[in-house]
């Protein structure tokens, strides 16, 4: 079994800060790209950024500039630092990994973490 648990959401004034960070744990042979993706009330499940388990990066546009994502391969995990935090960033934000563990590459999810901008 494959688990991915974040932390770090919260409530924060619009121009502040926060960090989010997902770890992996469970029969994980390999896990290739990891992301994150948000949603809000009413609307789709966006990517927000997702990193390759080489490095290579790529970002929503409405985040472009703000946020960064970065892994640590040796701890199964990923983090988004966000900056310049925006009242329309509010989401429920979910951590998502390609895992390799055993016969085949499978989809994961985390259970979510909600982060509020105040304006």
């Known amino acids: 079994q494959v688990q991915l648990v974040e932390s770090g959401g919260g409530l924060v004034q619009a121009g502040g800060s926060l960090r989010l960070s997902c770890a992996a744990s469970?029969?994980?042979?390999?896990?290739?790209?990891m992301g994150w993706y948000r949603q809000a009330p009413g609307k789709q499940r966006e990517l927000v950024a997702a990193?390759?388990?080489?490095?290579?990066?790529n970002y929503g546009n409405s985040v472009k500039g703000r946020f960064t994502i970065s892994r640590d391969n040796a701890k199964n995990t990923v983090y988004l630092q966000m900056n310049s935090l925006k009242p329309e960033d509010t989401a429920v934000y979910i951590c998502?990994?390609?895992?390799?563990?055993?016969?085949?590459?499978?989809?994961?999810w985390g259970q979510g973490t909600q982060v509020t901008v105040s304006s």
């Open positions: 998502n990994a390609h895992i390799y563990s055993g016969s085949y590459v499978s989809d994961y």
């Open positions: 469970g029969s994980i042979i390999s896990i290739n790209a």
């Open positions: 990193i390759s388990s080489g490095g290579a990066t």
